[in-house]
């Protein structure tokens, strides 16, 4: 049996039932990467939307997930030498644009969580253009986190349903978890089931920290760009041993 046809018959035998629904992914490691190989950090983040490619193409046409989620420039980013951040904002417009026609034909929506307003404006343009171009696709949800920060996230829905409660849209005695989830980036995507992070990290470094309430998390040495579907499919199967009980006794679902 080759290697694809065993990646394909372990792919087979995930339990349906059991899949997450969301799935988001803390991509970390690019710049060691590129450290180990004597490369430029640039080199590591460009090996990384290598692998952004190949994840994404494999959890709509492999896995079939719903949503998925990605990490790809946090609030704190800002802060890392003004080269590579010139270089990542290239690098994500370049992506926009190039990759844009492969997300319409597989039936993928984008959504951004995060303040675009920060980004430089041919960056943020290109980010719109694609949000546009994709809205009506059903296939995979895939959002990209840029200039986000989940304490940020939190702030700002804050202010949001501060505003509505000053202008007398709504009640503060209305403002509850089901409103404030409203507020936030990813009101229409469900939580996230499952939270990976590679490159050896465990920590959630300010990232959905309001919806990873109750998702599994899951941590691998691996750096960013060599992370493949097979260890993919390894942590799929591995979530899928737990057993998630939500702060109650049972799992969801379980009668």
């Given at each position: 049996?080759?290697?694809?046809?065993k990646?394909?018959?372990?792919?087979?035998?995930?339990?349906?039932?059991?899949m997450?629904?969301?799935?988001?992914?803390?991509m970390d490691?690019?710049?060691?990467?590129?450290?180990?190989?004597?490369?430029?950090?640039?080199?590591?983040?460009?090996?990384?939307?290598?692998?952004?490619?190949?994840?994404?193409?494999?959890?709509?046409?492999?896995?079939?997930?719903?949503?998925?989620?990605?990490?790809?420039?946090?609030?704190?980013?800002?802060?890392?030498?003004?080269?590579?951040?010139d270089?990542?904002?290239?690098?994500?417009?370049?992506q926009?644009?190039?990759?844009?026609?492969?997300?319409?034909?597989?039936g993928?929506?984008?959504?951004?969580?995060?303040?675009?307003?920060?980004?430089?404006?041919?960056?943020?343009?290109?980010?719109?253009?694609?949000l546009?171009?994709?809205?009506?696709?059903?296939?995979?949800q895939?959002?990209?986190a840029?200039?986000?920060?989940?304490?940020?996230?939190?702030?700002r829905?804050?202010?949001?349903?501060?505003?509505?409660?000053?202008?007398?849209?709504l009640?503060?005695?209305?403002?509850?978890?089901?409103?404030?989830?409203?507020?936030?980036?990813?009101s229409?995507?469900?939580?996230?089931?499952?939270?990976?992070?590679?490159?050896?990290?465990?920590?959630?470094?300010?990232?959905?920290?309001?919806?990873?309430?109750?998702?599994?998390?899951?941590?691998?040495?691996?750096?960013?760009?060599?992370?493949?579907?097979?260890?993919?499919?390894?942590?799929?199967?591995?979530?899928?041993?737990?057993?998630?009980?939500?702060?109650?006794?049972?799992?969801?679902?379980?009668?």
């Open positions: 049996m080759s290697e694809t046809e990646l394909a018959d372990r792919i087979q035998r995930l339990a349906q039932d059991r997450p629904e969301h799935v988001a992914i803390i490691g690019n710049g060691r990467w590129a450290t180990q190989r004597a490369l430029s950090r640039s080199d590591g983040h460009i090996a990384g939307a290598k692998t952004v490619d190949r994840i994404i193409r494999f959890a709509r046409q492999e896995l079939e997930l719903r949503c998925l989620t990605l990490f790809a420039f946090s609030t704190e980013n800002w802060d890392r030498d003004p080269e590579e951040v270089a990542l904002m290239r690098l994500l417009q370049q926009m644009v190039e990759k844009l026609p492969e997300l319409l034909n597989a993928i929506r984008l959504r951004v969580a995060g303040d675009l307003s920060r980004l430089p404006d041919n960056v943020r343009e290109a980010v719109e253009a694609a546009a171009a994709t809205q009506t696709g059903k296939a995979l895939l959002t990209i840029l200039n986000y920060g989940g304490r940020d996230e939190i702030v829905a804050c202010r949001t349903l501060a505003s509505r409660a000053q202008r007398g849209e009640s503060p005695s209305a403002i509850d978890e089901a409103a404030l989830s409203m507020s936030l980036d990813t229409e995507v469900p939580d996230p089931d499952l939270i990976i992070r590679t490159s050896g990290e465990s920590r959630l470094s300010n990232f959905l920290l309001w919806q990873a309430a109750y998702a599994e998390l899951s941590f691998t040495r691996t750096l960013w760009p060599d992370f493949t579907p097979e260890e993919f499919v390894g942590i799929l199967e591995e979530y899928q041993s737990r057993n998630r009980r939500f702060g109650g006794t049972q799992e969801r679902g379980d009668s």
